[in-house]
């Protein structure tokens, strides 16, 4: 089922009412994801085939919008109603949130079975983990810190595809002259959060960076770094498009593809939208690190979890559901089409796939060097709700050209005090 504005409000009234429905057919799975781009629902339809093929019927709850705030939204109002969906996509510090207020189902004998632990890097492990058992199953590595860049548009206009932000401003010019949107960014407070989060992880570096949006210190958060992010994302203010409140993240990789931009910061789910509009990489379009981050990996990592079951079919569908996501089949199919890395090392990336490449070695030299940072504007880093106050605060200092970089780092410094209050 796939969640219209009116499907939604629906949904919000029954819940007011608390009323539930019937619990749904035992081997019926019931997942919760927010993927319904072109790329994204093609990897949804990995999943959808692999449970099909395990004898079980998919039953679709998708609900799109705002990278998960809207299904997070859903699935809270169903959750308090007693009717949860068997499995859904939850990430980061979120997941603990779910299982200390009991909810989730322990995965720890699949974990065991499924050998989970050769399987999943250490540094992702306990992100799964509550009190150390496992409540959650991740499927993939996305690296936000991305620039994406529109290769004709780049050729049609004589820039050079920049490597640090003065040579990124320069394009920007040069790609403005010709006609072309230099910086297409969708106006939702979570896209504008990540072009900001890559911009801060450049300026900061990822120590510094996780002190401010992981440990959230306070020295940290009012620091010159902080103000000198928040001057970076007014200097790119004037390069995205006038037009753009509201539109969705791949709307906004659309403007790259049907060539009337230049670029656009994002996590690689976008790769996933080129590809799927048949775009080549190196042709069209290509990948590098958002300038100053090269050496940094800012990851988003997405998994299931899966809400405890009614009965032991619903539970055998479940065992079903979690053993598929680390099969190297769901991991080379669904992350292929994803744009993101798959979890496990063990699985090759597909031919020609640059940017993965680019992406596995990105991974393994953060890795090594203790830069791997969890994206605070994807709910890795922190729960939606500090996350919420923080993407205020940055949105409305994109909007309010008369807000200095100042002010918008003390209101940010307040936003996070209270929402941690
Ligand atoms: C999720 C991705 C998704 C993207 C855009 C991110 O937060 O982790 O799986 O593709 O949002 O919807």
Redesign the pocket.
Same mark, same amino acid.
């Given at each position: 089922m796939r969640l219209t504005l009116k499907a939604l409000c629906a949904s919000v009234i029954q819940s007011t009412l608390l009323y539930v429905t019937p619990a749904a057919h035992a081997s019926e799975v019931e997942v919760l994801?927010?993927?319904? +781009?072109a790329?994204?629902a093609k990897?949804a339809s990995v999943l959808r085939a692999g449970i099909e093929q395990r004898g079980h019927q998919w039953r679709d709850f998708a609900v799109? @919008?705002?990278? @998960?705030i809207s299904a997070m939204n859903t699935l809270r109002i169903r959750a308090i109603s007693g009717n949860p969906p068997l499995a859904a996509?939850i990430?980061g510090p979120e997941i603990t949130e779910w299982a200390r207020l009991g909810f989730l189902r322990n995965l720890n004998d699949i974990a065991e079975a499924e050998h989970w632990e050769d399987k999943i890097p250490a540094p992702l492990r306990d992100v799964m983990q509550y009190q150390g058992d496992y409540v959650a199953a991740p499927i993939?590595i996305?690296r936000v810190n991305w620039l994406w860049i529109n290769l004709r548009a780049f050729e049609d206009a004589g820039a050079a595809i920049p490597h640090d932000f003065e040579s990124f401003f320069t394009a920007a010019d040069k790609l403005q002259q010709a006609g072309y949107i230099p910086l297409a960014l969708g106006g939702e407070p979570?896209q504008v959060a990540t072009l900001f989060d890559t911009l801060a992880l450049s300026v900061m570096g990822p120590e510094h960076y996780q002190q401010a949006f992981l440990d959230f210190d306070r020295e940290a958060l009012l620091s010159d770094g902080v103000t000198k992010s928040f001057s970076l994302l007014a200097q790119m203010r004037p390069y995205t498009d006038s037009d753009n409140l509201g539109r969705?993240? +791949?709307d906004t990789t659309r403007l790259l593809i049907d060539n009337q931009a230049g670029m656009q910061v994002m @996590?690689d789910?976008a790769k @996933?939208e080129f590809l799927a509009a048949d775009q080549q990489e190196g042709k069209s379009f290509t990948c590098v690190a958002v300038p100053g981050t090269e050496q940094a990996f800012s990851y988003?990592?997405?998994s299931f979890v899966f809400f405890k079951p009614n009965n032991a079919e619903e539970r055998q569908s479940q065992t079903d559901m979690a053993e598929y996501l680390l099969t190297p089949q769901f991991q080379r199919d669904f992350n292929r089409y994803?744009?993101?890395l798959p979890i496990r090392f063990d699985i090759p990336l597909p031919n020609g796939d640059t940017c993965a490449e680019k992406s596995r070695q990105a991974f393994l030299y953060a890795e090594q060097h203790n830069t791997l940072s969890p +994206?605070m504007?994807?709910?890795l880093s922190t729960t939606r709700y500090v996350q919420s106050a923080i993407f205020d605060v940055i949105n409305e200092f994109f909007y309010n050209p008369k807000q200095t970089p100042e002010e918008a780092t003390q209101a940010l410094y307040r936003a996070i005090l209270s929402a941690q209050a």
């Open positions: 994801h927010w993927w319904t +781009s790329g994204e990897a799109g @919008g705002q990278a @998960g996509q990430k993939n996305h979570w969705n993240w +791949s @996590g789910w @996933g988003n990592i997405d994803k744009g993101s +994206s504007s994807h709910g």
